[in-house]
């Protein structure tokens, strides 16, 4: 239950957040956006690997979310943004 309630929340913080990046064009946002992707892809990877399926994209969702969080990384060490302040 937990898992589907942070999927749903996840979710919608990301599509959200992307919409509003697209409409006020404002970037500065993006790395929160990554963040939000990157848990997204993590939930919904640990809940089809938990699932009685045991299927492939489980696995493939949980390494799309270590290459979101290398971009994460990699866009916050060649740019002057600090997503921690």
């Known amino acids: 239950m937990l898992l589907k309630l942070s999927r749903l929340l ?3 913080l990301v599509i959200s957040s992307s919409v ?5 064009k404002n ?6 956006l ?3 992707l990157g848990a997204s ?3 919904i990877g640990i809940s089809e690997v ?7 994209w489980g696995y493939v969702s949980i390494a799309a979310t270590f290459v979101v969080l290398y ?4 866009i916050l060490s ?3 943004l600090s997503i921690f302040l």
């Open 10 to 12: 996840f979710s919608v």
């Open 20 to 24: 509003y990046i697209l409409v006020t």
């Open 27 to 32: 970037f500065d946002f993006i790395p929160y």
């Open 34 to 36: 990554l963040m939000a």
């Open 41 to 43: 892809t993590l939930v």
């Open 50 to 56: 938990r699932s009685d399926k045991r299927n492939f």
């Open 71 to 74: 971009t994460l990384f990699d």
């Open 78 to 80: 060649n740019t002057n």
